[in-house]
């Protein structure tokens, strides 16, 4: 069974950073395009960013185009989301999630492309 567990959430001040961090279980985690989503209170969940297997591709929301970057080191099945400039609209849980089958065009951006899912972290920005 694969699991995905989140860290690094918390409170930050507008235009302050936070890392989040995702840590995979299993052998198979460098087959796995890894994604980023987020989910305001009383909003759907959103795509924030994805990366594929060998870190080589990476896209982005737009809001955050220049402000979050994603990585991964397969080495430590862990992939990572670094967040600057952050902003109070960037408040929400943040949840990370594998595409373990590949999806058929690049990028997956929909919920439904991923197979596996994280618990959640929540980041805090105040204004």
């Known amino acids: 069974q694969v699991q995905l567990v989140e860290s690094g959430g918390g409170l930050a001040q507008a235009g302050g950073s936070l890392r989040l961090s995702c840590s995979v279980s299993?052998?198979?985690?460098?087959?796995?395009?890894m994604g980023w989503f987020r989910q305001a209170s009383g909003k759907e969940r959103e795509f924030v960013a994805v990366?594929?297997?060998?870190?080589?591709?990476?896209q982005y929301e737009d809001s955050v185009k220049g402000r979050f970057t994603i990585s991964r080191d397969n080495a430590k099945s862990t992939v990572y989301l670094q967040m600057n400039s952050l902003e109070p609209e960037d408040t929400a849980v943040y949840y990370c999630?594998?595409?373990?089958?590949?999806?058929?065009?690049?990028?997956?951006?929909?919920?439904?492309?991923?197979?596996?899912w994280g618990q959640g972290t929540q980041v805090t920005v105040s204004s």
């Open positions: 299993g052998r198979t985690f460098m087959r796995y395009i």
């Open positions: 990366i594929n297997w060998s870190g080589s591709m990476t």
């Open positions: 999630a594998a595409d373990r089958l590949g999806s058929s065009s690049w990028p997956p951006i929909n919920d439904n492309d991923y197979d596996y």
